[in-house]
């Protein structure tokens, strides 16, 4: 049973233009999200976050965004640039999981071509 | 300079061995974790742990275990490997175990494959 899912396994977008990656979550009680990115041969590195008690959070060029009554957040970058090439994965805080766990998203590759 | 470390990077061996990975974070944080990601690409908790308290994740087979030999440090102790334990495997830690709005900064991962 995925708690957080990314159902768009891929995407590609030209430089400069906006990208938009996309989640859902099922468990109401996640109340901190994140997004992480990720390289090749590389562990995921932190990117930005997000509380319950917010619907966005900007931070340079990438922005979150919280839908908590859809159960639904997005990432966008703009512009986006080549080197935002990397699987993002979106993650959440379950509050009632002790450990401070995050629960992960299966990632989303994101290609950006120049 | 690196955060959080991980050895080996790549791992092979036979089914039924037992093996280990070493982690090491350099950020004095207080609490490190070990992931399992997966063939189908998830990234899983296995455990958390400070020096005052394990968690261990219930999926987690008890072949698995974590060993902090110094607060710096959490390794991974795999006993009678199985063919399904091949996976990508991430040490990650942050400052705070209780603050649940805090990042936790991930190695590079050991990709382990049993033959």
């Known amino acids: 049973d995925q708690q957080v899912k990314q159902n768009s396994p891929s995407l590609s977008v030209q430089e400069g233009r906006i990208s938009i990656l996309n989640c859902d979550y099922t468990?109401?009680?996640?109340?901190?999200f994140l997004w992480y990115k990720k390289y090749p041969a590389e562990g995921p590195t932190f990117l930005i976050s997000?509380?319950?008690?917010?619907d966005k959070n900007e931070d340079g060029r990438f922005t979150v965004f919280l839908n908590k009554s859809a159960k639904h957040l997005s990432l966008h970058i703009v512009p986006s640039q080549p080197g935002d090439s990397a699987v993002y994965f979106c993650?959440?805080?379950?509050?009632?999981?002790?450990?401070?766990?995050?629960?992960f998203g299966k990632g989303t590759t994101l290609s950006v071509s120049s | 300079d690196t955060a959080v470390s991980q050895t080996p990077k790549y791992l092979v061996t036979q089914m039924g061995n037992d093996k280990s990975i070493k982690c090491e974070q350099n950020?004095?944080?207080?609490?490190m974790y070990w992931y399992k990601q997966d063939s189908k690409k998830f990234l899983k908790i296995m455990f958390s742990?400070?020096?005052?308290?394990?968690?261990i994740n219930e999926t987690v087979p008890n072949r698995f275990s974590p060993k902090s030999p110094d607060k710096a440090h959490l390794n991974l102790h795999i006993n009678s490997l199985e063919l399904g334990d091949s996976a990508v495997y991430f040490c990650?830690?942050?400052?705070?175990?209780?603050?649940?709005?805090?990042?936790?900064?991930f190695g590079p991962g050991t990709r382990l494959t049993v033959l």
């Open positions: 990650a830690s942050s400052q705070e175990q209780r603050s649940y709005t805090d990042t936790q900064y």
């Open positions: 468990n109401s009680m996640f109340d901190y």
């Open positions: 997000i509380s319950s008690i917010k």
């Open positions: 993650a959440a805080s379950d509050i009632n999981q002790a450990g401070t766990a995050l629960i």
């Open positions: 950020l004095g944080h207080d609490t």
């Open positions: 742990y400070n020096n005052k308290e394990l968690i």
